[in-house]
């Protein structure tokens, strides 16, 4: 019997095995890119470049990772949707990074047809299906500035996904989202003390 198309016992472990191996590669490629942006020291920066290096060397090798760029369609699940409400964020003066981790074990293979995003000027939303018996839906609106939908993408990660969103303009949002103003109806309301 196949799984998955066209692989077939030994054949299909070892596919997984290299998909996952190119997900751990452009993750640890991400992270580093990220570490090198903070390092200041010569010694650091010089050490994570040549492990940056040698990942690249291994990722041109691999696979490449599940990603996503435009709307696609998962197909419908009727497993139980979880609003995911933790998730971690970063950003350069040219593209905001969204990490979600925690919601699936490293060995579970998410296929490309079950992971489902959406950009808008202002907005994205992801949803993984069937990950674990359950779907998983992050949606952010109100982003502090505009993006550009055509260069942003998810990728599903080792435990999750990470969003990546091209900014229009290049330049710090220093939150993701725009904040509410308070209203100051209840200011005009107060006694002035005698």
């Known amino acids: 019997s196949t799984q998955s198309g066209h692989y077939a016992g030994n054949e299909y472990k070892s596919y997984l095995r290299m998909t996952m191996a190119a997900q751990n590669i452009h993750a640890d490629m991400d992270e580093l890119k990220h570490l090198l942006s903070l390092s200041k020291r010569p010694a650091v920066r010089a050490i994570l470049e040549a492990e940056l290096s040698k990942l690249a060397v291994a990722a041109a090798a691999a696979p490449a990772p599940t990603e996503v760029t435009t709307k696609k369609t ?3 699940s009727r497993a139980p949707t979880k609003k995911i409400t933790n998730y971690a964020w970063d950003e350069t003066s040219k593209s905001v990074k969204v990490y979600v981790t925690g919601i699936k074990d490293a060995n579970v293979i998410v296929e490309k047809e079950n992971v489902e995003a959406t950009f808008e000027k202002r907005s994205f939303s992801v949803m993984l299906r069937d990950v674990k018996g359950s779907n998983f839906s992050l949606s952010i609106v109100n982003l502090n500035g505009n993006i550009v939908p055509d260069d942003s993408n998810v990728r599903v990660t080792k435990t999750g996904f990470t969003v ?6 290049d330049k710090m949002w220093n939150d993701i989202k725009v904040k509410k103003e308070k209203s100051t109806d209840c200011d005009s309301a107060l006694i002035p003390l005698l």
């Open 74 to 76: 998962a197909p419908k």
């Open 164 to 169: 990546t969103l091209k900014k229009e303009v």
